[in-house]
Structures are given as structure tokens and as C-alpha cells.
């Protein structure tokens, strides 16, 4: 006679991975469509005003040199921002794949690699394409030397922290703990977006068809591994 308890479980882990996969496609789509409709916006220039206003938003309207609050807060959006940056990325990705190397884990530091990689040369594909002028509303608070949309630094921390999330998702087991992984990476990568346009070195919408393409990036590498952990297992069955 079977356990209710154990019955119980194995539905609700059936119902968990019959569902990622339609979580995953439903954020794939949202991103694409969500970075085309930006990106057409933008080429029209009908968010021009909704730019504007939101930049300024973050500036002293009497000098606007000055973002808002005390100098503290300043140096500290600086010190954030650099965790969507390239270097800071290059290094923490580093140090997961050899970790999962030495840990024999060679499937998840291959997808952690591809994800990052063909993220990273997406976006600047998408720059060069769209070639869109860094804003020149206000001072700029830190050396920036490519195009602006879509944000390298939104879309890059959402590939990378939301790649590394659902790594440490697969290889836990406390529910508790995946929530928390996924909180923090989706923190960051709104933090980092955000202090792009604090720091006036891009337009709001930059920052969202960053968040966009990165979104759409990790879930398109999540579906991925997805369907071919399923594949395997049935082979192996």
C-alpha cells in the first residue's frame, strides 16, 4: 500500500518539473517581446520624455552635476555598479566553472560558460547595431566607451546572477534556500540597473532592454539544460 506522504511528494516534484518549463518559455517570451517593443520605442523616440524625466529624476534640480543624496550614497551606487561590470563578472564566473571543475560537475560549468559567453557577445552585437549616443543631459559619473542600448551591465548581471542562481537551485535541495538564491540575484540585478541611470551613463531605457535581454538569456540557457537533463535521464531509463 502506498505512502499518502510519499505520493504527496512526488506529486508536487512532478507538478515542479512539469512547470518550470512553461515558467521559463513564459519568461522567454515576456523578455523578447518586452526588448522589441523598447527597442522599437526607442528608435522613435517616443520614450524620449519618459527618459528625460526619469534621468533628471535622480539629479539636484538646481545643479544637475549632483544625483541626489549625500555623498556616501554616491561612492557607494559607484562601488555597486561595478558588480554588472565585465572584470567583476569575468572573475566571479571564473571562480564558479573551477570550482565546478575541480567538483567533476563538467555539464553545469559548460552551461555556465556558453550562457555568459553568447549573453555577452549578444549584447554587444545589440549595440553595435542600435548604436544609441550615451545620455548628455547630465555629467556622467563614470568612464563609459560604448554604445548605450541596450544596457551591457543590466543585461550581463541578469545573465550571469540568474545563471549562477539556477546552478545553486539544481544543486540544492531546501526550498527555503532557492528562494533566498533567487531573491538575491534578482536584487542585484535591479540594483545594478538602476545605478546605471544614477550615474547618468544610461537612459532608463537602456536599463530595461538590458533587464529584458538578460531575462530572456537566462531562461532561454535554463530551458536548455532543462530539456536536456530530461533527455538524458531518458536515455539512461
Known amino acids: 500500500m502506498s505512502n499518502p506522504i510519499t505520493n504527496l511528494v512526488r506529486g508536487m516534484r512532478d507538478l515542479r518539473v512539469h512547470a518550470l518549463p512553461m515558467v521559463l518559455v513564459a519568461l ?21 520624455s519618459f527618459d528625460r524625466t526619469l ?29 554588472g561590470g565585465y572584470p567583476l563578472l569575468t572573475i566571479i564566473v571564473s571562480v564558479v566553472v573551477g570550482y565546478l571543475i575541480i567538483a567533476r560537475l563538467y555539464g553545469p560549468a559548460l552551461f555556465t560558460v556558453l550562457s555568459v559567453v553568447t ?21 556622467q559619473l563614470v568612464n563609459v566607451h560604448t554604445p548605450s ?7 550581463m548581471s541578469a545573465v550571469v546572477y540568474l545563471t549562477l542562481a539556477s546552478l545553486i537551485i539544481r544543486l540544492v535541495e531546501s526550498n527555503a534556500v532557492r528562494a533566498y538564491v533567487l531573491v538575491v540575484a534578482v536584487l542585484l540585478t535591479f540594483s ?46
Open 119 to 139: 549573453g555577452t557577445a549578444m549584447s554587444h552585437l545589440l549595440k553595435l547595431a542600435y548604436d544609441r549616443q550615451r545620455p548628455d543631459l547630465v555629467e
Open 55 to 83: 534621468l533628471l529624476a535622480f539629479r539636484n534640480p538646481d545643479n544637475l552635476s549632483q544625483p541626489i543624496g549625500p555623498p556616501w550614497f554616491r561612492e557607494f551606487m559607484a562601488e555597486l555598479t561595478a558588480l
Open 28 to 48: 522567454l517570451g515576456a523578455g523578447v517581446f518586452a526588448f522589441i517593443q523598447i527597442a522599437d520605442e526607442m528608435s522613435e523616440a517616443e520614450l524620449d
Open 192 to 237: 545594478i540597473g538602476v545605478s546605471r541611470v544614477y550615474l547618468g551613463v544610461h537612459w532608463p531605457t537602456d536599463v530595461a532592454a538590458g533587464w529584458a535581454l538578460g531575462v530572456a538569456w537566462a531562461s532561454l540557457s535554463w530551458l536548455v539544460t532543462a530539456a536536456l537533463r530530461l533527455w538524458r535521464n531518458r536515455e539512461r531509463a
Open 149 to 155: 542600448f541596450p544596457s551591457g551591465h543590466a543585461a
